[in-house]
Nanobody, 127 residues
Framework: QVQLVESGGGLVQAGGSLRLSCAASGRTFSSLAMGWFRQAPGKEREFVAAISWGGGRTYYGDSVKGRFTISRDNARNTVYLQMNSLKPEDTAVYYC????????????????????WGQGTLVTVSS
């Protein structure tokens, strides 16, 4: 079983930056593709970003392209989400998710196929 623990959320002013971290355990980290999602109050969960097993491929949701960067450190079993130029509409609970080696990358890019989820970390962007 894979455990995912997010950290790094908090309150930030519009235009500011935050870096989220997600520490994984329970499986060899390089065998997991990773993703970030978010859910704002009263809204459906939204795909934010994905990174492939080795880190060579990344993909972003349209609303965060050019502002957010996903990365991973396989030696630290951690995936990151660097968020720059934050906007009030980025306010949400951010979730880390993982998928095993059999997952389809194109499905993962579409927000599908993730097997494991963290508890989430709240990001609040004030105007």
């Amino acid at each position: 079983q894979v455990q995912l623990v997010e950290s790094g959320g908090g309150l930030v002013q519009a235009g500011g930056s935050l870096r989220l971290s997600c520490a994984a355990s329970g499986r060899t980290f390089s065998s997991l593709a990773m993703g970030w999602f978010r859910q704002a109050p009263g809204k459906e969960r939204e795909f934010v970003a994905a990174i492939s097993w080795g880190g060579g491929r990344t993909y972003y949701g349209d609303s965060v392209k050019g502002r957010f960067t996903i990365s991973r450190d396989n030696a630290r079993n951690t995936v990151y989400l660097q968020m720059n130029s934050l906007k009030p509409e980025d306010t949400a609970v951010y979730y880390c998710a993982a998928a095993g080696q059999s997952a389809n990358w194109y499905a993962l890019r579409g927000g599908e196929g993730y097997d494991y989820w963290g508890q989430g970390t709240l990001v609040t962007v004030s105007s």
